[in-house]
């Protein structure tokens, strides 16, 4: 059985991933959102720029590869279907 459901859909216009199509991807989301909230208190800004950029790249990079993994492959679209 090779069914093979996305997380997140190609964004109809540029490149990558628009909003989450599945129960998973939003729970994905909201970890990312959260983790980023988080980070600002675990890596103040005003005492500590560097390791608060470096947590919301690695952050972001993560959130990239799920959506690499779950998402639909991607490529530049022009819209249409």
Do not use: H, T
């Amino acid at each position: 059985m090779n069914d093979k459901r996305y997380w997140f859909p190609a964004k109809r216009y540029g490149w990558g991933w628009g909003f989450p199509v599945a129960w998973q991807g939003w729970l994905v989301l909201a970890a990312y959102v959260a983790l980023l909230a988080a980070g600002r208190y675990l890596f103040p800004p005003s005492q500590s720029k560097l390791g608060f950029i470096l947590y919301v790249v690695l952050l972001s990079v993560a959130l990239c590869g799920v959506c690499y993994a779950k998402g639909e492959p991607p490529k530049w679209r022009w819209g249409g279907r």
